[in-house]
C-alpha cells in the first residue's frame, strides 16, 4: 500500500508559479510509476504529467508542455510538478498518483492507477 498526501496548491495570477509537492509513505515510489492528474468542476479527470523511470520520459499533456515540469526524489519519497506561466484554465484539483506495473499507453489513463491522493487545489485568477 502507498499513501499519497498533495500539499502546494493555492491561489495564484495568471502568469504565475506554482510547485506541487506529493509525498509517499508506505513504501518506496522507486519503481512506481508517478503521475499528475487534475480535475476541474464539470469536468473529467485529466491527465497531466507521468514519469516512469521504465518508460522513459517524462510525459506531458499538450497543454501544459513547455509550462509545467514533474520531478522525483525517491530518497525523499516525493514527487514534484513545477507549474510556470499559469493560465485561468489550469485552475482544478490536482492530484498525484501511483502504479507500479503500467504499460506505457497507459500512462496517461487515470482508471490504470492503483493509489491516489486526495488532491490540492489549484485557483489561477485572470
Known amino acids: 500500500q502507498v499513501q499519497l498526501v498533495e500539499s502546494g496548491g493555492g491561489l495564484v495570477q495568471a502568469g504565475g508559479s506554482l510547485r506541487l509537492s506529493c509525498a509517499a509513505s508506505g513504501q518506496t515510489i522507486n519503481g512506481y510509476v508517478m503521475a499528475w492528474f487534475r480535475q476541474a468542476p464539470g469536468k473529467e479527470r485529466e491527465f497531466v504529467s507521468a514519469h516512469s523511470k521504465r518508460h522513459g520520459g517524462p510525459f506531458y499533456a499538450e497543454s501544459v508542455k513547455g509550462r509545467f515540469a514533474i520531478s522525483r526524489d525517491d530518497a525523499k519519497n516525493t514527487v514534484y510538478l513545477q507549474m510556470n506561466s499559469l493560465k485561468p484554465e489550469d485552475t482544478a484539483v490536482y492530484y498525484c498518483?501511483?502504479?507500479?506495473?503500467?504499460?506505457?499507453?497507459?500512462?496517461?489513463?487515470?482508471?490504470?492507477?492503483?493509489?491516489w491522493g486526495q488532491g490540492t487545489q489549484v485557483t489561477v485568477s485572470s
Open positions: 498518483a501511483a502504479d507500479r506495473s503500467l504499460i506505457l499507453s497507459s500512462l496517461s489513463n487515470s482508471a490504470q492507477y492503483d493509489y
